[in-house]
């Protein structure tokens, strides 16, 4: 299947979807992760992983 035709069955464009397809979204809604988990057959652990970065302070957490 085409990233076109993916963005298509999902609803999202092919730019975002580009954008999820390399790595480099900050977010994911879940009603996006549920369309593609619909159209690829798949579960969401199969498409996303944890990148442990840098630690970052919490607003709540700044005094």
Same mark, same amino acid.
């Given at each position: 299947?085409? &990233? /076109?035709? %993916?963005?298509? $069955? ?6 975002? &979807?580009?954008? &999820?397809? /390399? *790595?480099? !979204?900050?977010?994911? $809604?879940?009603?996006? &992760?549920? !369309? %593609?988990? $619909? ?5 969401? *652990?199969? %498409? %996303?992983?944890? +990148?442990? *970065? ?7 957490? !700044? +005094?």
């Amino acid at each position: 299947m085409s &990233l /076109t035709e %993916l963005a298509d $069955r999902v609803g999202v464009t092919v730019a975002n &979807l580009s954008i &999820l397809k /390399t *790595g480099k !979204a900050r977010a994911v $809604r879940f009603s996006t &992760l549920d !369309a %593609l988990c $619909r159209e690829l057959e798949c579960q969401p *652990g199969d %498409l %996303l992983a944890h +990148e442990p *970065g840098p630690p970052e302070a919490f607003a709540d957490d !700044a +005094e």
